[in-house]
């Protein structure tokens, strides 16, 4: 079956440490994003990718970093230097940018 | 001031009845999407338009352009369509935008 899987879906950490969060996908996808989604809020873009090998900054990229070396594979890594780590992250892909996009489960990270 | 507006924020509704609910927006659009969140934080895309009316079963999606405002409708409404619904539109610039969701509630 064709989707988008993120793991774990629940992740801990002590505060000071680098996590990175999987996010693959087998629907022949191009675009590719991660999003950040915190109680009662919206969902916030980090970064974005169009295709393999680039991506792009969202409105809240400082403190994480990101990859795109294979068109299936998208990881984020939080940064020690993102001072409000503790959320729920989101990936996402699409067969173009900002077209309908298909969501993974999500996880869940908790540092403390 | 936020691009992507919803309302209401919170509705409760009875099984059977007919739901509305509203996204407006400052942007120009590339396109507008509908996306559904449940309980437990996944996330489906409802629709994707660009203009006129969609329908998908008992959920319709229609969007205005020119007064730049969209509305989800839910005929028949059943509790398993309690979850949080979200407006999200992708400006002309390639920038992404999100309402911060409608908690929709549907009791037996």
């Known amino acids: 079956d064709g989707g988008i899987t993120q793991s774990p879906k629940y992740l801990f950490r002590k505060e000071g440490q680098n996590v990175t969060l999987s996010c693959e996908q087998n629907?022949?996808?191009?675009?590719m994003y991660w999003y950040r989604q915190d109680p009662g809020q919206g969902l916030r873009l980090i970064y974005y990718?169009?295709?393999?090998?680039?991506?792009q900054k969202g409105d809240i990229a400082e403190g994480y970093s990101v990859s795109r070396e294979k068109k299936e594979s998208f990881p984020l890594t939080v940064t020690s230097a993102q001072k409000n780590p503790t959320a729920f992250y989101l990936c996402a892909s699409s067969i173009a940018l900002y077209y309908e996009q298909y969501f993974g489960p999500g996880t869940r990270l908790t540092v403390t | 001031k936020n691009e992507v507006e919803q309302s209401p924020q919170n509705l409760t509704a009875q099984e059977g009845e007919f739901i509305t609910i509203n996204c407006s927006y400052s942007?120009?659009?590339?396109?507008l999407h509908w996306l559904q969140q449940h309980p437990g934080g996944g996330i489906v895309s409802l629709f994707m338009l660009s203009s006129g009316k969609k329908k998908h079963g008992r959920l319709i999606a229609t969007i205005n352009i020119q007064e730049k405002h969209s509305s989800l409708h839910i005929t028949a409404s059943h509790p398993r369509d309690s979850a949080v619904y979200i407006c999200?539109?992708?400006?002309?610039?390639?920038?992404?935008?999100f309402g911060t969701g409608t908690s929709l509630t549907v009791i037996p």
């Open positions: 990718s169009q295709i393999v090998n680039d991506f």
């Open positions: 629907l022949n996808h191009d675009a």
């Open positions: 999200a539109v992708a400006n002309t610039g390639n920038q992404f935008y």
């Open positions: 942007v120009g659009i590339s396109a």
